[in-house]
């Protein structure tokens, strides 16, 4: 069944403020630069790392072949991303709810980074059935 077009315009609206609330946050932030480049690489690395995952569990399902270095590499790379970011905000000198308001945005954004790809991979194989 091809996604709905509020599921695909949600997926993107949660995306978008997921993505756009981290930065205004780093933006608006009183921590140092190279702070706020460990804050950001973290974030692209974890979005990154997600939608490979995605790619690769489905590519599985569909009996797609997929390496099992790249498999585990990419479940490497989402752990390795959670745990950079919890690491990060751990020893951060930044208030409580700071701390929580990083680690909700990034949940957000790399939760419907996965909803957008399969969203757009499910669109495609429809798309691509009907033709």
């Known amino acids: 069944m091809k996604p709905t077009g509020a599921f695909i315009g949600a997926s993107w609206a ?15 932030a009183t921590m140092e630069l190279n702070e706020k480049g460990y804050y950001f690489t973290i974030l692209l690395f974890g979005l ?27 479940w490497f790379a989402t752990i390795a991303s959670i745990v950079l ?20 945005a990034f949940a957000m954004s ?9 969203n757009t991979r499910d669109a495609k194989l429809i798309d ?3 033709i």
């Open 14 to 28: 949660a995306l978008l403020a997921g993505v756009v609330g981290y930065i205004v946050g780093l933006w608006n």
């Open 48 to 74: 990154f790392a997600v939608i490979s995952v995605q790619k690769s569990v489905r590519d599985k399902a569909e009996g797609l072949p997929v390496t099992e270095l790249y498999y585990g590499l990419s």
């Open 85 to 104: 970011l919890v690491i990060g905000l751990w020893n951060a000198d930044l208030l409580l709810s700071e701390k929580g308001f990083y680690g909700m």
């Open 110 to 118: 790399v939760f419907s980074a996965i909803a957008v790809q399969k």
């Open 128 to 130: 691509e059935q009907n």
